[in-house]
């Protein structure tokens, strides 16, 4: 039995279980025996199966009092942010939390693989407990590391409070690096190159008769110089961070003119539709919430893109700013070309940080580098049935491969394939790889769709 065949059992199981497909069935049994049969049945059938149920006015008004208190209930905690901002902790206060973080963390033998359990040892948190980035940013290391104290299987438990804390923590920030981006055997100084997009016209597109590729995306997170990072940025500086992105985005011309929506703008069931489409974000996240990225929501977030959606920018999503180049096919030459020039019309206005060691900074240590993800769903059903062999390939490809449904031997071979690496090679460099990569891929495909009609 396949993966779908077996979910499809067991849901069915739950459904018998709960009493649903009996009462679907009486209900449009119901339906059959009515002698006049009614212009609205789906209408009919809420009402059989449920008489106490509301009618369509009652529903309007329940619908209605429910987006109300949705309202008030953001307000009421943007308030409480508001308040908590007011609130200071002291350093004896910091003292006794990190304590506590750390204790719970390690005394945690179930959830023992975070990158931060591995390397903050008791002399660092000694040595870094009370230190703190410059004012007014002030952040301490528990700032940083509040989310491996809370969330101990978390893959690596640290995000830095702003540009500062890669430096001031840097015997903590390092290795975590070095070992994520597989850079431990790495002693230069420097760790990423210099950002060089190379020659777009090298980018082709990879399925020009569209038949394995769905869809090509590329995206950069970038970080505005001056500001921290989301664990602490204020209110006013969730805004202005908007405010410096959206006049950026009024200057793109061409295929990039586009508009931005501020998500406190756009209603709940279009911001549902948007969040379906990959245009638009939601918060939600577990470990990003204890780290203090979804304060003051929806305050300072919005995001920009072109009437195609082949070109968006998230503001305020998790870093200041995710530029994101897309496709419905697999030219991802155009898609290359488009996030380029996307960048560069922000780069006339916006500064954004770098460091002379790590590139480009974001808030999670996992992005730094070029902070580029560049990935195509593909349908590859014939590599699909030897998962063996697909990940000895994206390992030799150093390409990162996985199903739609989270499992490669899935029934209809739809995969997510994106590069590995982000740290230590250049942006054209792991665009180049992808590339390479995915016409290695398809060309086994086909090797196997030939011998299959030879057999």
Same mark, same amino acid.
């Given at each position: ?41 789906? &209408? ?12 369509? *006015? ?131 100084? +420097? ?29 950069? *997170? ?25 006049? %950026? ?18 209603? *709940? ?25 979804? &304060? ?18 998230? +503001? ?18 155009? +898609? ?55 990940? %000895? ?20 071979? +739809? ?41």
């Amino acid at each position: 039995m396949t993966s779908i065949e077996s979910k499809r059992v067991q849901y069915r199981k739950y459904l018998e279980r709960a009493g649903v497909i009996d009462a679907l069935s009486k209900a449009l049994i119901k339906l059959y025996e009515e002698q006049n049969k009614p212009e609205d049945a789906i &209408r009919f059938v809420r009402k059989f199966m449920c008489e106490s149920c509301p009618d369509d *006015a009652q529903y309007d008004v329940m619908k209605n009092d429910l987006e109300e208190a949705k309202v008030h209930i953001t307000k009421l905690e943007q308030e409480l942010e508001r308040l908590r901002g007011q609130i200071k902790k002291s350093p004896e206060e910091y003292q006794e939390l990190t304590i506590a973080g750390y204790k719970s963390l390690m005394d945690d033998e179930e959830n023992v693989s975070s990158l931060l359990r591995k390397y903050l040892t008791p002399e660092l948190l000694e040595e870094y407990m009370l230190v703190t980035t410059s004012a007014p940013v002030d952040a301490y290391l528990y700032d940083c590391a509040v989310t491996g104290f809370e969330h101990h299987e978390t893959p690596v438990g640290l995000y830095a409070a702003d540009a500062e804390s890669y430096d001031v923590f840097n015997k903590l920030f390092d290795p975590i690096i070095k070992d994520y981006h597989g850079q431990l055997e790495n002693d230069n100084d +420097v760790l990423q190159k210099d950002a060089d997009f190379g020659n777009v016209d090298e980018i082709e597109n990879l399925d020009p008769n569209r038949k394995y590729i769905f869809s090509a995306r590329i995206r950069l *997170a970038r970080n505005i110089e001056g500001f921290p990072f989301f664990p602490k940025l204020t209110e006013k500086q969730f805004i202005e961070v908007e405010d410096r992105v959206r006049a %950026a985005t009024e200057t793109m011309d061409g295929e990039l003119i586009g508009s931005y929506l501020k998500i406190g703008d756009i209603d *709940a069931e279009t911001q549902a539709e948007m969040v379906k489409r990959h245009i638009l974000f939601q918060r939600g996240d577990e470990q990003l919430t204890t780290a203090g990225c979804y &304060r003051f929501w929806p305050t300072g977030r919005g995001v920009y893109h072109n009437p195609a959606e082949t070109f968006i920018i998230w +503001v305020n999503r998790e870093d200041h700013v995710r530029i994101m180049s897309m496709a419905p096919c697999g030219d991802f030459g155009d +898609v290359y070309n488009r996030l380029v020039n996307g960048l560069q019309e922000l780069e006339k206005s916006l500064t954004f940080v770098r460091h002379p060691r790590y590139g480009n900074l974001t808030a999670c240590p996992t992005n730094v580098g070029t902070t580029l993800r560049a990935s195509v769903h593909i349908r590859l059903p014939l590599l699909c049935k030897d998962p063996d062999r697909l990940l %000895a390939l994206a390992d030799e490809l150093q390409l990162h491969i996985r199903g739609h449904d989270g499992e490669l031997a899935n029934e209809d071979g +739809v995969l997510e394939i994106s590069n590995k690496r982000r740290l230590g090679y250049t942006e054209f460099e792991l665009v180049k790889t992808l590339q390479d990569g995915v016409v290695a891929l398809i060309n086994a495909e086909e090797e196997l769709e030939i011998a299959g009609q030879e057999g």
